[in-house]
């Protein structure tokens, strides 16, 4: 088995890394959600239309190129709000898009997409239906020529801030899953009212709220792929936001061991370097493994879908490895900063509460141990 990168890979993870590190320099904690400067920047940087054909302004790269400049992302800029903003704009709707969309709609939307002029959102989640996606009630009601979408969308990432909303809509409720439709809708389409964003816990710079539709008509060509199609799709998106999304999260897990390891070393206590106490190195080390097997896995699930694999087992472990342990390693940095990392104006605790959302979004890590369990035959 072959763990080594080529050349070009090497490059451009070193090339990212370095660009994002000069862009968006250590230390930053915003408490305001992302400028359009931020997103046009990482446009430039080819981020925000890595995986999307170079035709449409992307750089055409597979999903394992894709996450691993999506992890240099996440190490080199400690804003994670703006890391999540950008996968989610990337991941839930420039993939549909791409995948689904007509050719009208991927040359109206993507070059704007990739080079940071549109920012997109994607609009599933509901009130009532969090993790129960075949659940919506928004509606899309066939008119002439078009549907009337009515209903309300919440925990819209980039919503409060969107040009274009991907969304999902029952077309037929006696269908189930197969009743669902995908759209791409202007954010200023008349009946569209996008709220305040939340007061989150963390993910500050994301702006996430409510997006409200009232008899709000779309025209039969912003349909993804077909009607009925829309679990397909939203599946299909959720693979890739799973895998290259937790990206973010690996370098995010390197970037507080580098930091927590320098800390151990120059921090003294009782005459001693704090890394001399085998219960700070060994804390370390757990630190490390988990960013280790959190990687290995995230790489393997992107190397599947390269492949054309299904990789459902393989997104589900690589997104839990992650997640759980994105939140305790940065619980175990706070412990080892101890009293310093209590601070806000450290940062060290505010990779804690960017961390904890990552549990619950793109499915809970109950839902994904569900989607494993079943990949087992259990």
């Known amino acids: 088995m072959d763990f080594g990168w080529t050349a070009d890979q090497e490059g451009r993870h070193r090339q990212t890394l370095e660009a994002v590190r000069r862009a968006f320099p250590a230390g930053r904690v915003p408490r305001e959600p992302f400028s359009r400067t931020d997103w046009t920047t990482l446009g430039r940087l080819g981020l925000l239309g890595a995986c999307v054909p170079d035709k449409y302004g992307g750089l055409g790269l597979g999903a394992l190129d894709t996450a691993r400049m999506y992890e240099a992302l996440g190490e080199g800029c400690s804003d994670t709000g703006l890391v999540f903003a950008a996968s989610a704009h990337l991941f839930a709707c420039a993939v549909p898009i791409a995948e689904f969309g007509s050719d009208d709609l991927k040359s109206r939307w993507l070059p704007g997409i990739c080079s940071g002029e549109v920012v997109a959102a994607n609009a599933m989640t509901e009130a009532d239906a969090g993790s129960d996606v075949s659940r919506l009630r928004l509606t899309a009601t066939q008119v002439d020529g078009g549907y009337l979408l009515t209903g309300e969308k919440s925990f819209v990432s980039n919503g409060p801030a969107a040009d274009l909303l991907v969304t999902y809509a029952t077309t037929d409720p006696e269908a189930g899953h197969l009743g669902q439709t995908a759209?791409?809708?202007?954010?200023?389409?008349?009946?569209?009212?996008?709220?305040?964003?939340?007061?989150?816990?963390?993910?500050?710079?994301?702006?996430?709220?409510?997006?409200?539709?009232?008899?709000?008509?779309?025209?039969?060509?912003?349909?993804l792929g077909v009607p009925g199609m829309g679990a397909t799709i939203f599946q299909h998106s959720m693979g890739w936001e799973r895998a290259c999304l937790f990206a973010g999260y690996v370098g995010m897990m390197a970037r507080i061991v580098d930091r927590t390891v320098e800390h151990a070393r120059e921090r003294r206590q009782f005459g001693r370097r704090l890394a001399d106490f085998q219960a700070v190195s060994h804390r370390i080390v757990d630190m490390a493994m988990r960013r280790e097997n959190a990687r290995l896995l995230l790489y393997r699930a992107c190397w599947e879908m390269d492949q054309g694999r299904p990789a459902r087992l393989a997104v589900a472990l690589s997104k839990l490895a992650a997640s759980e342990g994105a939140v305790a390693t940065a619980l175990d940095a706070i412990r080892i900063f101890g009293g310093r990392g209590f601070l806000a104006d450290a940062g060290v605790e505010a990779e804690l509460r960017n961390a904890v959302p990552s549990i619950l979004f793109s499915g809970t890590s109950e839902i994904q141990k569900e989607l494993a369990a079943k990949e087992l035959g259990l």
């Open 183 to 223: 759209f791409a809708v202007p954010a200023h389409t008349a009946g569209i009212q996008a709220g305040e964003p939340f007061d989150k816990m963390g993910l500050r710079s994301t702006p996430a709220g409510t997006v409200t539709f009232t008899d709000c008509f779309v025209p039969t060509d912003q349909v």
